[in-house]
């Protein structure tokens, strides 16, 4: 690694910034690009930019940040929301929140689209020396983080996407577990305060240009007291406010979506609500992969070494729903299916081929990596402590929110039948070969060159890696063709387990209806 002074923006936070060099691509299959980020940031963060900066030329942080930073600017202020002074301000607000860790834009920012824009910030990250948690600098980054959503559309948007992420690392450093009742607090809390703090902002900016939405009447109550002293008042005070307010500008805002490389980039480790992975994570060295400690499990040893075990402690589905219900009400959209951060590539270690078949690389932490029809697209595993699939997730990097959050709940799904014992046999017979875009050439797995959907590329690719079915071959490039015909097997419900058989005249007072239609 080599490293140079950084580049200097003068009159700005960039000026002086030392940056460190290196070359890092965002996934095994593409060729290392240059990047530059700030010194002391560790590569992993590179590796986060390599996938946010579109191209394959070198990405600069300050560069690329600069780029959507002068959009919302310009955009804002052609639209009257604040004049050149208040550019100025809210400009370098944001080069602070991201230097600081605290706060970043989504993947969709970064790439120069502004439909689906969010911005997230990183609960860790305000965690103070003294083990406190910087409040009135989290309602300033969440008021900032409005500002920024509402310029980048010009003032158009009244539905914007502000969340945050990391809740597990912010609990791990308080010491609590994730099930704990007090766990649920202080999640209750955080999220009391972002909603109010949200919406305080959005009355601010209606009390200029005009209310577009009425304010709540009535409103949860947040805790009575967590274990981040004044938390509980802060977000009282905060939502006590909002009501208060003669109209909000927005409908919406507090929105926890599922994560992308942003979060990466920050050095969070889980979207959302979602509970922490564990205790350790591995690393590629110059002496080969390594296991090291998550940030997650370094907060809680500071904290009490001998309990980070506890604290990290796989979590139930009942745990994970009990949380949920605490944060839902002060959310304006219900969060996804809870998925790990969409982070760079961890590094590759090999499994033998399944019966003779070519060996695919899986990453340690079960994350397979493939280009479906010009798409990227990552697919998340976890095993029980047998090594059998209890659990998918995907990543799809090109795809809106709207097809995200469906395949995000698809994968739920599976996940939950897995581990009440549906088969995966029965899973890969439902959902190979189902056609939908992208579909076609597939690059990356050695295994399987053709598939005639995401889903039909991740079922065959578990067949293969855990059942060593040989018997679904690849599709023709006909298959794949966006007007290819399925055939009468496809046309079948789509359902992971066989339907009861029926009797032949109940088959038939089913199928008359049908026929009537014709």
């Given at each position: 690694m080599t490293r140079?002074?950084?580049?200097?923006?003068?009159?700005?936070?960039?000026?002086?910034?030392?940056l460190?060099?290196?070359?890092?691509?965002?996934?095994?299959?593409?060729?290392?690009?240059?990047?530059?980020?700030?010194?002391?940031?560790?590569?992993?963060?590179?590796?986060?930019?390599?996938?946010?900066?579109p191209g394959e030329g070198p990405a600069s942080l300050p560069r690329a940040a600069e780029a959507w930073i002068g959009r919302a600017m310009t955009r804002g202020q052609k639209a009257g929301l604040f004049d050149a002074r208040g550019a100025i301000h809210l400009a370098e607000g944001?080069?602070?929140?991201?230097?600081?860790?605290?706060?970043?834009?989504?993947?969709?920012?970064?790439?120069?689209?502004?439909?689906?824009?969010?911005y997230v910030l990183n609960l860790p990250a305000f965690l103070e020396p003294d083990g406190g948690f910087d409040l009135e600098g989290y309602q300033e980054a969440v008021a900032l983080g409005v500002r920024f959503l509402d310029a980048l559309s010009g003032g158009k948007a009244t539905r914007l996407r502000l969340g945050f992420a990391d809740l597990a690392g912010l609990l791990a450093a308080l010491g609590l577990s994730y099930a704990s009742e007090e766990a649920r607090a202080v999640a209750a809390g955080i999220s009391a305060l972002t909603r109010g703090a949200a919406d305080g902002e959005s009355t601010r900016i209606a009390a200029r240009l005009g209310a577009r939405e009425p304010v709540a009447l009535l409103w949860p109550a947040p805790p009575d007291a967590t274990a981040i002293p004044g938390l509980a008042v802060a977000a009282q005070f905060a939502l006590d406010l909002a009501a208060a307010s003669p109209g909000l500008r927005h409908q919406?805002?507090?929105?926890?979506?599922?994560?992308?490389?942003?979060?990466?980039?920050?050095?969070?480790?889980?979207?959302?609500?979602?509970?922490?992975?564990?205790?350790t994570r591995v690393v590629e060295t110059d002496t080969g992969a390594v296991e090291l400690p998550t940030r997650a499990a370094m907060a809680a040893a500071r904290l009490d070494p001998d309990r980070v075990g506890a604290i990290l402690a796989p979590v139930s589905e009942s745990a994970r729903r009990a949380l949920t219900d605490a944060v839902m009400p002060f959310l304006h959209v219900a969060p996804p299916a809870p998925v790990a951060v969409a982070g760079p590539p961890r590094p590759h270690?090999?499994?033998?081929?399944?019966?003779?078949?070519?060996?695919?690389?899986?990453?340690?932490?079960?994350?397979?990596?493939?280009?479906?029809?010009?798409?990227r697209i990552a697919m998340r595993t976890a095993e029980d402590a047998d090594g059998r699939l209890r659990e998918i997730a995907f990543t799809l990097a090109k795809e809106g929110s709207a097809y995200r959050s469906l395949m995000d709940a698809?994968?739920?799904?599976?996940?939950?039948?897995?581990?009440?014992?549906?088969?995966?046999?029965?899973?890969?017979?439902?959902?190979?070969?189902?056609?939908?875009?992208?579909?076609?050439?597939v690059d990356g797995d050695p295994a399987i060159t053709r598939a005639t959907s995401v889903l039909d590329w991740a079922f065959r690719r578990l067949a293969l890696e855990y059942l060593g079915r040989e018997d679904l071959p690849?599709?023709?490039?006909?298959?794949c063709a966006p007007d290819?015909?399925?055939?009468?097997?496809?046309?079948?419900?789509?359902?992971?387990?066989?339907?009861?058989?029926?009797?032949?005249?109940?088959?038939?007072?089913?199928?008359?209806?049908?026929?009537?239609?014709?």
């Open positions: 140079t002074p950084g580049t200097r923006i003068m009159g700005t936070l960039w000026e002086g910034l030392r460190a060099r290196h070359k890092l691509s965002a996934d095994p299959d593409a060729a290392p690009r240059p990047v530059a980020i700030p010194a002391g940031w560790e590569e992993e963060a590179g590796q986060a930019l390599a996938a946010l900066v944001l080069r602070a929140m991201l230097l600081a860790r605290r706060g970043a834009p989504g993947a969709e920012v970064w790439r120069g689209q502004s439909q689906e824009a969010r919406q805002i507090l929105a926890l979506d599922a994560a992308d490389a942003a979060e990466a980039l920050l050095g969070a480790e889980t979207a959302g609500i979602f509970p922490a992975a564990g205790a270690v090999e499994r033998p081929a399944a019966r003779g078949l070519l060996a695919h690389p899986r990453a340690a932490g079960g994350t397979f990596h493939a280009v479906v029809g010009g798409h698809f994968a739920q799904a599976v996940s939950i039948g897995l581990q009440r014992g549906a088969p995966l046999d029965a899973f890969a017979d439902a959902f190979a070969y189902t056609r939908f875009g992208p579909a076609g050439q690849q599709p023709t490039e006909a298959d290819a015909l399925s055939t009468p097997a496809q046309q079948a419900p789509l359902l992971p387990l066989d339907l009861p058989m029926l009797a032949p005249a109940d088959t038939t007072k089913r199928r008359a209806p049908r026929a009537a239609l014709h």
